[in-house]
């Protein structure tokens, strides 16, 4: 356990870093389900002249974690910036969202493709139009049977024709040819084969059992703190976790779960990393696999 009290925290903004040893730095970083992207609140003390870096549209990187095990927890976009006075300190406040947004903000989408063109393909080209590199597309080895336009309404933006066009159509094939339209959507992202999503400014189109990390076990010698059961009444079952800051918590992880209220395998729903004073943790919502 000695090696979690050791902490580590480095922020990048465009070429300028800043440790934790040099700069005092507090951070809220969080994401669920229900979010179009996820969101971060930095602030950093006396930035004097470093802070010509701090402006909107810049790339920021966020390392946090302990000396021996540490890791990417935000990567994105500045918003806004503004500093606060507290006493003799200056506090400058950072609010950025995660590349997803960028799926979100491109240009709409309006293109047709020719019978034979690999989804693969589709999917490349909609995360370059948002100016997102590739992490990994698994190929679901399907092409297009005939022409087909993807796209083509106002709100048709990279995202909207992955999540709304594309993914329910490769999961329809790989469902026995079952075709997710409209409000059929929903059903599709529940029970589908694939998924997609942009994580460390990276675009991923995967299978739902892929695993870019190993399963995080939580348990009283790795740090957790405390469970609580929010499940509501007649719905799925939910619980609540506190832990030691945990990088590697995020959006869909698998853990493993060790406690005297509930143990078993969980996916992460929502998650929240906090730096703040002498908080150093890590909370997440989780449902059972």
């Given at each position: 356990?000695?090696e979690?009290?050791?902490?580590?925290?480095?922020?990048?903004?465009s070429?300028?870093l800043?440790m934790?040893?040099?700069?005092?730095?507090e951070?809220?970083?969080?994401?669920?389900?229900e979010t179009?992207?996820?969101?971060a609140e930095?602030?950093?003390?006396?930035?004097?002249?470093?802070?010509s870096?701090?402006?909107?549209?810049?790339?920021?990187?966020l390392?946090?974690?302990?000396?021996?095990?540490?890791?990417?927890?935000?990567?994105?976009?500045?918003?806004?910036v503004?500093?606060?006075r507290?006493?003799?300190?200056?506090?400058?406040?950072?609010?950025?969202s995660?590349?997803?947004?960028?799926?979100?903000?491109?240009?709409p989408?309006?293109?047709?493709?020719?019978?034979?063109?690999?989804?693969?393909?589709?999917?490349?080209?909609?995360?370059?139009?948002?100016a997102?590199?590739?992490g990994?597309?698994d190929?679901?080895?399907?092409?297009?049977?005939?022409?087909?336009?993807?796209?083509c309404?106002?709100?048709?933006?990279?995202?909207?024709?992955?999540?709304?066009?594309?993914?329910?159509?490769?999961?329809?094939?790989?469902?026995k040819?079952?075709?997710?339209?409209?409000?059929l959507?929903?059903?599709?992202?529940?029970?589908?084969?694939?998924?997609?999503?942009?994580?460390?400014?990276m675009?991923?189109?995967?299978?739902?059992?892929?695993?870019?990390i190993?399963?995080i076990?939580?348990?009283?010698?790795?740090?957790?703190?405390?469970?609580?059961?929010?499940?509501?009444?007649?719905g799925?079952?939910?619980?609540?976790?506190?832990?030691?800051?945990?990088?590697?918590?995020?959006?869909?992880s698998?853990?493993?779960l060790?406690?005297n209220?509930?143990?078993?395998?969980?996916k992460?729903?929502?998650?929240?990393?906090?730096?703040k004073?002498?908080?150093?943790?890590?909370?997440?919502?989780v449902?059972?696999?």
């Amino acid at each position: 356990m000695s090696e979690l009290f050791n902490r580590y925290l480095e922020l990048q903004v465009s070429s300028t870093l800043i440790m934790f040893d040099d700069l005092d730095i507090e951070f809220v970083i969080e994401n669920d389900t229900e979010t179009t992207a996820g969101q971060a609140e930095i602030a950093v003390y006396n930035l004097g002249s470093s802070k010509s870096a701090f402006k909107k549209d810049e790339l920021v990187q966020l390392k946090a974690g302990y000396r021996n095990d540490y890791g990417i927890i935000f990567y994105g976009k500045i918003d806004k910036v503004w500093d606060e006075r507290e006493g003799a300190d200056v506090k400058t406040v950072v609010q950025a969202s995660d590349l997803t947004k960028q799926l979100y903000k491109a240009k709409p989408i309006c293109k047709k493709y020719p019978k034979g063109t690999p989804i693969t393909t589709i999917v490349q080209e909609l995360f370059s139009e948002a100016a997102i590199p590739i992490g990994k597309i698994d190929d679901p080895n399907i092409t297009l049977e005939k022409d087909r336009v993807f796209g083509c309404r106002t709100t048709s933006t990279p995202h909207t024709v992955l999540t709304e066009e594309v993914l329910p159509f490769v999961n329809g094939q790989l469902l026995k040819g079952v075709q997710f339209d409209g409000g059929l959507c929903k059903l599709a992202e529940e029970t589908g084969v694939y998924t997609c999503y942009v994580k460390d400014g990276m675009g991923y189109f995967v299978r739902k059992d892929f695993k870019d990390i190993a399963v995080i076990v939580l348990d009283s010698e790795s740090g957790l703190m405390e469970v609580q059961d929010v499940s509501e009444e007649g719905g799925t079952s939910a619980y609540r976790v506190r832990c030691l800051l945990n990088w590697k918590i995020n959006q869909d992880s698998i853990i493993q779960l060790n406690s005297n209220v509930v143990s078993g395998n969980f996916k992460v729903t929502k998650f929240k990393h906090v730096c703040k004073g002498e908080e150093y943790y890590t909370e997440a919502e989780v449902s059972p696999l």
